[in-house]
Structure formats: structure tokens, C-alpha cells
């Protein structure tokens, strides 16, 4: 019995051995490992002085203009673009505009992209030593004197259009309805819109009025009434255009000698067989 007991239990150690081998091992977790923050402290760094050549004024100014005027650089499409702005806006202003009134429109600097093809337009003006930039109009008219003087300096009563007026003059039109007021110049205007379209010197008096003289000239002559005035037309040879031509009562004309009608004649046709041939008309 021990014998056998003895060996039993060795063989359940075995198998506990055995078994153990096999089994997984428990995971072990370890822990990361913090650092202390160690703490710098920057290096001081010295101011370095700022050189200035000009006054603490002009350096205000200087930098205030160079952040305000970003240089652009522009090409093509965008470049002609701008260029059409700035003529617009130059057109715009009856004097001439300093150069950087234009830079503030456009917000950049037009100094090194912009001004070179300014000044190869035939309309635009430039002054290097005032930095001005001006529209010149094609008649060169800027003022109600400019505008009175060039109507009667002008050969014939050819007047002007208010459209050129305006290519170098935008506030034109106010001028234009007062000097229409003060009788100085005639004004022909749009029937819708009611707009001065053309403009002539005025060398009458005050328009709308009439002389009494010649209300007098008017009311002396008669003008005849009804078919008398018809038939006087028609005897001065006009034509009434009121009434028909065919209804027109006309006076007899006198007695006119008919011309007679002269009796025709035939050609006479084979002359040269006249002693053969026989007459045979008065058969028929």
C-alpha cells in the first residue's frame, strides 16, 4: 500500500511540475519614469540703439507711409486693371492730384510699377517737381469763363456736346443750368431724362419773349378762312396737305384753242417696184 501511495504522489508532482511549465507568465507593467522640469531662465539680451538720420517726426511719418503703401508687384491683366482705375480716378478731379492721394486710392505704391505707363498716356500729365498727376481734357475746359470763351471764339454756331464737355470736366452740369439761367448760353436737353445733350453761345436776349412789333406785323395780316384758303394755296401753286387734291374746288381756266389732231400717214415701202406692182385698195 505505501508502495503504491508513494508512487502516486510522486507522480501528481510531476504532473504539477509539468503543468506549471506551461502555464503564461503574468504581464509586468512598468512605470515611465518622469523627469523633473528643470527651469531656464532666458538670457538677457541687450537693446541694440536704433539709428535714426532724421528726427523722431519724420521717422513717425516714414513708417506709418511704408506700412500703408505695400509695393505690389503687378503683371499683366491685373496690372492693366489698375491702370484703368487710376485714369478713371485721375478723370475724375477737375486739378491735378498729388501722387499720393492716388497711392491711397490703390493702396500701394505706384512709384515703381504704375507710374512708368502714367506717364506714356497721351491724356495724363505729370509733374515731376510737384509729384501731380493731371487729366488734360480735349478742349481744355475747366470753368463757366473756359466754357463761354470757347463757344464764342468758335467760327461757326457749331456749339459743343456736353459729353466732351464732361471727358475733362465732370461738374460741368452745374454750371451749364447757370449759365442757362443767366440767358449766356442756349441748352438743348433729352425728352425723358431732361439732360443738356448740346450746348450753343446765346447772342439774342431772354428766349421765350417776343417783340411787340413784330405781334403787331402778325396781327395785321389776315389769313383766309376755309375753301378760300385752299383755293390760294392751290393758285400759288402749293399743295394743301390737309385735304385731298381731287376735292379741291378749281376756278374754269379760260377758253384754249383744241389742237386738231393731224391725220397720219403711212410709209410708203417697195418705191422701186411701183410700175409692177398693181393697186389692189380699192377692192377692200
Not at 491702370?83 to 478723370?91: F, G
Not at 459729353?163 to 443750368?177: E, F
Not at 443767366?182 to 425723358?192: A, E
Request: charged residues 25%; proline residues 7%.
Amino acid at each position: 500500500m505505501t508502495d503504491s501511495f508513494s508512487a502516486q504522489i510522486n507522480a501528481f508532482k510531476k504532473s504539477l511540475k509539468t503543468s506549471s511549465s506551461t502555464l503564461p507568465s503574468a504581464r509586468r507593467v512598468v512605470e515611465p519614469v518622469v523627469q523633473p522640469k528643470v527651469e531656464t531662465q532666458p538670457s538677457p539680451v541687450k537693446p541694440q540703439p536704433i539709428k535714426r538720420d532724421l528726427d523722431e517726426d519724420n521717422y513717425a511719418e516714414n513708417s506709418i507711409a511704408k506700412r500703408s503703401k505695400p509695393t505690389l508687384q503687378l503683371a499683366g491683366s491685373l496690372l492693366s486693371t489698375q491702370l484703368l482705375h487710376a485714369v478713371e480716378y485721375i478723370k475724375q478731379h477737375d486739378n491735378p492730384i498729388p501722387l499720393s492721394s492716388l497711392e491711397r486710392y490703390l493702396s500701394y505704391d505706384v512709384a515703381q510699377n504704375l507710374l512708368p505707363l502714367l506717364k506714356n498716356v497721351n491724356r495724363i500729365k505729370y509733374d515731376p517737381n510737384l509729384k501731380t498727376l493731371e487729366y488734360v481734357s480735349l478742349h481744355n475746359i475747366r470753368s463757366s469763363a473756359d466754357l463761354l470763351g470757347f463757344l464764342r471764339a468758335q467760327p461757326t454756331f457749331k456749339g459743343i456736346s456736353v459729353k466732351d464737355l464732361r471727358d475733362g470736366w465732370p461738374s460741368c452740369l452745374a454750371s451749364i443750368d447757370e449759365l442757362e439761367a443767366d440767358n449766356k448760353i442756349l441748352v438743348l436737353r433729352t425728352k425723358k431724362e431732361n439732360a443738356p445733350r448740346l450746348v450753343w453761345p446765346n447772342y439774342g436776349g431772354k428766349l421765350n419773349v417776343i417783340d411787340e412789333e413784330f405781334v403787331a406785323m402778325w396781327n395785321r395780316i389776315k389769313i383766309p378762312e376755309g375753301d378760300d384758303l385752299q383755293l390760294q394755296l392751290v393758285e400759288n401753286k402749293l399743295k394743301p396737305t390737309s385735304v385731298d387734291p381731287s376735292s379741291i374746288r378749281r376756278k374754269p381756266a379760260a377758253n384754249q384753242d383744241k389742237k386738231q389732231k393731224r391725220p397720219r400717214r403711212g410709209k410708203i415701202t417697195n418705191t422701186h417696184m411701183k410700175g409692177i406692182l398693181k393697186d389692189y385698195s380699192s377692192r377692200v
